[in-house]
């Protein structure tokens, strides 16, 4: 395998960024690979997008995933952005994972050259990350696999300055400045179903969507917000609840089943 660290000047954020990625490229005759079907096409990649006060880093089990499944993965670093455009100058977060990341990759490893070879997934706000990245960006990313996902965008709609939100995590401010005007957020594209509503109406595939959360999770409603208004627009979703909080038992665990997914038909 190869377990890397790259810098890269972003036009995006306007400054040297860093990066991991994960490549199970070793050719070991101890382990052998003839009876692993994974091995015998192309080598998939899948991004991985970090949580609220988190960092792009890989660990164990993502590792073990990628062994088995032949995958390659990347783990952006975005801050507390939830991957989106700021209006300021230096903080394009979206489109740095959503575009320029991708193409880096494309012309530094021949990766990520279609839809099909590459997924997007995350946990938490990095699962809101998945979700609103695949979405806006349907030609690159072909699957998306988002756990404990912070869809909160109709949570923090109301806000007003001195307003903190419900898990006193973010205030007005800091949410406005990743999210925009907060009166128009609703419509904006900064809203996971708003984007669902242009590509239903431009007749663009949406990519397949894989959620999960825990009963205990305080985002739980959320997501259930969000999956019943996919399954009213008949969008190709998989939704899981189970046992489980918002932590990293419950996240390794579906990583799982999502990584199991993600290579179903491939």
Known sequence: MANIKIEFFSNSLVRTVAFEMYIPNDFRTDIPREHNPYYDRNLKTVFVLHGYTGWGKGWTTMYELAE???????????????????EATSGKYGTF?????????????????TNED????????????????????????GKIVAL?????VHDIADMKPGDSD???LGNYHYYRNFFGDLDKVIKSDNNPETLVEKLLQQKISIPK???????DDFLLETNR???????????????????????????????TKGFEWLALDN
């Open 68 to 86: 088995k499944f032949n995958f390659a993965l990347v783990f952006p670093s975005a801050e507390n952005s939830f991957y989106l455009d700021m």
């Open 97 to 113: 994972v959503g575009s320029e990341l991708i193409e880096y990759i494309r012309k530094t490893f021949g990766l990520c050259k």
């Open 118 to 141: 590459t997924y997007i997934s995350g946990l938490s706000m990095g699962g809101f990350g998945a979700i609103r990245t695949g979405l806006a960006y349907p030609d690159t990313f």
């Open 148 to 152: 404990s996902s912070a869809l909160i």
């Open 166 to 168: 419900r898990n006193g």
């Open 209 to 215: 969507i894989y959620m999960a959360c825990g009963i």
């Open 225 to 255: 917000r969000f999956h019943k208004f996919l399954i009213e627009r008949n969008v190709n979703v998989e939704y899981i609840e189970s046992n489980g909080g918002h932590d990293m038992d419950y996240w390794n665990e579906y990583f």
